[in-house]
Nanobody, 124 residues
Framework: QVQLVESGGGLAQAGGSLRLSCAAS????????MGWFRQAPGKEREVVAT????????YYPDTVRGRFTISRDNAKNTMYLQMNSLKPEDTAVYYC?????????????????WGQGTQVTVSS
C-alpha cells in the first residue's frame, strides 16, 4: 500500500521560511517522479514544484521560482520542499504526489499517488 506522508507545515510570517517533507513507503521511490502541489480555498489544485526520478531535473512555475527549492533523497525515500520568502498568497494545503514515470506531469492527475496534505499559512 502506497503511503505519502507530508510534514513540516504550519504558520509562518511573510518573508519567513518553512521546509516540507514527504516520506514515501509502499513504492520503489527511485522509480517515481515526485511533485508538490497546493490548493487554496476556492481554487483548483496547482503545481508548486516537480522533480524527476533521478533528481537532476526540476520544474517551478513563475509564482514560486527563485523562492522554493525541491529536492529528494532516494536513499531515505523522502522528498523536500524548501520554501523561502513566503508570501500570504502561498497559504494553502500542500500535497505530495508520486507518479510511476520518469517525470511528473504539471497538472493534478488521478494517476498520481497523493498524500493527505499539510496546511501552510503565511501571515502578513
Amino acid at each position: 500500500q502506497v503511503q505519502l506522508v507530508e510534514s513540516g507545515g504550519g504558520l509562518a510570517q511573510a518573508g519567513g521560511s518553512l521546509r516540507l517533507s514527504c516520506a514515501a513507503s509502499g513504492l520503489t521511490f527511485r522509480l517515481h517522479a515526485m511533485g508538490w502541489f497546493r490548493q487554496a480555498p476556492g481554487k483548483e489544485r496547482e503545481v508548486v514544484a516537480t522533480i524527476n526520478r533521478s533528481g537532476d531535473d526540476t520544474y517551478y512555475p513563475d509564482t514560486v521560482r527563485g523562492r522554493f527549492t525541491i529536492s529528494r533523497d532516494n536513499a531515505k525515500n523522502t522528498m523536500y520542499l524548501q520554501m523561502n520568502s513566503l508570501k500570504p498568497e502561498d497559504t494553502a494545503v500542500y500535497y505530495c504526489a508520486a507518479r510511476f514515470s520518469p517525470a511528473m506531469v504539471t497538472r493534478s492527475s488521478e494517476d498520481n499517488y497523493w498524500g493527505q496534505g499539510t496546511q501552510v499559512t503565511v501571515s502578513s
